[in-house]
C-alpha cells in the first residue's frame, strides 16, 4: 500500500496568517492526489484535486502544488471559516489511501 | 445537487453483521462509482472499497474476506456489509461519489455514520 505521510498533525495559526500543510507518499503518485476539508458533524468537501485543480466553487486563496512525492497544500490568508481538519488522499492505486490529517486551530 | 445520507444501526454487538446503506438524492446514480470510507477514533480515514453502477465491485485488501458492496439503481441507494464484526470496527462510515474519469477523487460525501461495536 501507498503510504500517505502528511504533517503537522496540528497547527495553530491566526486570520490572515499564510498556512502550509504537507504529504508526503511513500512511492510515486504522480498527481494523483487530492486535499479535503471536513469541520465535525460535517461531510468531507473535495478543496483540490489532481495536486493542484482547484475545485469549482473553492476560494482561490486555497492552492495545492507538488514536488515529487511531496504535496503542499497552502492557505495564503486564513478566514475563520478555515478553522478545520485538513486531509489529503492518493488515487495513483488501490488501495486508497489517506493521510492522517491536519486540524487547524485558531491561535 | 447531489447529497448522499448513509443509514443504518449504530450500535452492534461483535461477531455481528453491519449493513448500512447510502440514499443518493439531486442525482442519478447511474454512470458513477460510489465508495466506503470509516474513520475510526483517533485514526485516519481508512477505504473500504467502491462499487460501481453496473454492480463492479473493488475492495480494500484489509477487508476484503468481510466485505460485501451492492447497488440498486432502482432505488438510487448502494450499499455496504461488513461480516465478523469486531471492536476494531468501531468508526464513522462515509460515503462518497468517487469520479474516476481521467481525474480521480471524491466529489461528493454524506456526512457519516457512527458505529460501535461493543458487547
Known amino acids: 500500500d501507498i503510504q500517505m505521510t502528511q504533517s503537522p498533525s496540528s497547527l495553530s495559526a491566526s486570520v490572515g496568517d499564510r498556512v502550509t500543510i504537507t504529504c508526503r507518499a511513500s512511492q510515486n503518485i504522480d498527481s494523483y492526489l487530492n486535499w479535503y476539508q471536513q469541520k465535525p458533524g460535517e461531510a468531507p468537501k473535495l478543496l483540490i484535486h489532481t495536486a493542484s485543480s482547484l475545485r469549482v466553487g473553492v476560494p482561490p486563496r486555497f492552492s495545492g502544488s507538488r514536488s515529487g512525492t511531496e504535496f503542499t497544500l497552502t492557505i495564503s490568508s486564513l478566514q475563520p471559516e478555515d478553522f478545520a481538519t485538513y486531509f489529503c488522499q492518493q488515487t495513483k492505486s488501490f488501495p486508497l489511501t489517506f493521510g492522517q490529517g491536519t486540524r487547524l486551530e485558531i491561535k | 445537487q447531489v447529497q448522499l445520507q448513509e443509514s443504518g444501526p449504530g450500535l452492534l454487538k461483535p461477531s455481528e453483521t453491519l449493513s448500512l446503506t447510502c440514499s443518493v438524492s439531486g442525482d442519478s446514480i447511474s454512470g458513477y462509482y460510489w465508495s466506503w470510507v470509516r474513520q475510526p477514533p483517533g485514526c485516519q480515514m481508512e477505504w473500504i472499497g467502491y462499487?460501481?453502477?453496473?454492480?463492479?465491485?473493488n475492495y480494500n485488501p484489509s477487508l476484503n474476506s468481510r466485505v460485501t458492496m451492492s447497488i440498486d439503481t432502482s432505488k438510487n441507494h448502494f450499499s455496504l456489509r461488513l461480516n465478523s464484526l469486531t471492536a476494531a470496527d468501531t468508526a464513522i462510515y462515509y460515503c462518497?461519489?468517487?469520479?474516476?474519469?481521467?481525474?480521480?477523487?471524491?466529489?461528493?460525501w454524506g456526512k457519516g455514520t457512527t458505529v460501535t461495536v461493543s458487547s
Open positions: 462499487v460501481y453502477y453496473t454492480g463492479s465491485t
Open positions: 462518497a461519489r468517487y469520479i474516476r474519469s481521467g481525474q480521480y477523487y471524491m466529489d461528493v
